[in-house]
């Protein structure tokens, strides 16, 4: 539905690389310059070009902050993420947008935020805007990928990292469950209709939407699927 | 990306406004219609000769505004999330008056009825016209039985009447430049 983005900006803005870091291992912290008068809501995302290429991701500042933050899996042999790896300060990029509709919106209902890799991305933005959800699930294959942990457990009532692999690891994580984020949903999370927010890998958002039509079919559900 | 979630096996799917619901939903039945419109004015589109880009063009940008549209029929009334949508507002409508207007001064007045069909475009042009009276049926019931519809539904049921009108002078434009002659219909 990119065709009825409001506000979206189609003409690409120049931007710059400001900082680059390493969040954990295989996830790339980029920081880039903000272009004049960019606005966008937490949860979007801009469509970033570089060298004929285009991918997309998601702002993970808040809506306030001086520069535009991404955070990004580096993928083995990815055309986009093997450039963006050693991209070095002050190389020039361009962006399009803000894109997208996966914004929090404040209901009666609990929000429940599901994530897989990088998909915590917009829940990021979102706590740094100072969002308050009731759960979130965060999907990661080792304990060593929980990048912003404390941001992230301020901004909910229950943090939930669910590591799928390195099983011993995961009970050392406070509040830390080894498995994948729809097995807690289907196992833990007590009956109710909640707002679900989903992103992250389009397997993941298949298996928690099945669970939901199953188990919490009064619920609103939300999705932004990377790949 | 995989296309396939297997999350539609259960016959439901989820509204633009987040609500899970029955595949059989009437506002699905819309979208679906404006969906299959759009299909088909891509089909239009593609056939349309060279010569006859300007209309072709009209058909894109209606393209576009049916997928502006499909957006607010894919949300629940008064659901928040339809703040993010796009007013579709009258432009649309009005900027195939305008085409409406262009193309009939070309045209020989119509005494009788014509058979649709004719050359290639020409007869995509009346297939996208029957699909689009469908899409406009379909839209005019479900707001009827809406109680406080958005302003996006009457909108939606506008422009569509006006783009049946725009595909059947498109039609017989597109016959006219292939050459093709109407065939009018013998009682
Ligand atoms: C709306 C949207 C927002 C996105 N936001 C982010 C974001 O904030 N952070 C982020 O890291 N990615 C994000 N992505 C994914 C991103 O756009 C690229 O697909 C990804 O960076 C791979 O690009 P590439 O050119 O390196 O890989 P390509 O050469 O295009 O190869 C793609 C391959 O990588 C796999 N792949 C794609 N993304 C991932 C991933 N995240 N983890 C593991 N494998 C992957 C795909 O299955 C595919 O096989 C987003 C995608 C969308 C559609």
Redesign the pocket.
């Known amino acids: 539905m990119g065709a009825v983005s409001r506000a979206a900006s189609a003409s690409p803005a120049a931007v710059e690389v400001v900082s680059r870091r390493r969040l954990a291992p295989g996830v790339l912290g980029l920081e880039i310059s903000r272009p004049p008068g960019f606005r966008f809501l937490p949860g979007q ?1 801009v469509r970033l070009s570089l060298g004929g ?1 285009t ?4 702002l ?1 500042n808040a809506p306030g902050d001086p520069t535009l933050t ?4 580096l ?1 083995a ?6 450039r963006l790896v050693e991209i070095p300060a002050g190389a020039r990029l361009s962006i399009t947008g803000p ?2 509709y996966f914004t929090f919106r404040a209901s009666p209902r609990r929000a429940v935020l599901a994530s897989t ?3 915590v ?1 917009p829940f990021l933005a979102m706590a740094r805007a100072g969002v308050r959800a009731y759960l979130l699930l965060r999907g990661v294959s080792r304990a060593g990928d929980l990048h912003d942990d404390d941001l992230l457990r301020s901004a909910v009532e229950i943090y939930a990292p669910c590591v799928s692999r390195s099983a011993d690891k995961a009970r050392s994580i406070p509040g830390g469950h080894r498995g994948r984020v729809s097995d807690y949903a289907g196992e833990r999370l007590e009956p109710g209709g909640y707002d679900f927010y989903l992103c992250g ?1 389009s397997e993941m958002l298949g298996d928690m939407i099945r669970i939901i039509d199953e188990r919490f079919p009064e619920s609103l559900v939300y999705t ?4 | ?1 995989k296309i396939y979630t297997r999350t539609g096996d259960g016959g439901r799917t989820s509204l633009f406004s987040g609500e899970r619901v029955s595949k059989a939903d009437p506002r699905l039945e819309v979208c679906g219609e404006i969906d299959e419109l759009n299909a088909v004015l891509g089909a239009l589109a593609a056939a349309l000769p060279a010569t006859m880009a300007d209309q072709a063009e009209v058909v894109r940008g209606a393209q576009g505004a049916l997928f502006a549209a499909g957006a607010h029929w894919a949300t629940a009334p008064g659901s928040p999330r339809a703040e993010a949508l796009k007013d579709l507002g009258g432009e649309e409508a009005a900027r195939l008056e305008a085409e409406i207007d262009r193309l009939a001064a070309s045209l020989p007045p119509l005494e009788r009825f014509i058979l649709p069909g004719g050359s290639a475009p020409g007869a995509w042009a009346h297939v996208a016209r029957t699909v689009c009276r469908r899409a406009e049926r379909r839209a005019v019931a479900l707001l009827a039985e809406t109680a406080d519809p958005p302003p996006a539904y009457e909108q939606t049921v506008v422009f569509l009447n006006r783009l049946s009108d725009f595909l059947f002078v498109l039609a017989r434009a597109a016959n006219r430049e292939a050459s093709a002659a109407e065939t009018e219909w013998e009682p």
């Open positions: 995302f290429l991918r997309s991701y998601t993970t991404l955070c990004i899996r993928v042999g990815g055309r986009m993420t093997t894109h997208g890799g990088t998909g991305a890998r932004e699927s990377f790949f | 990306m």
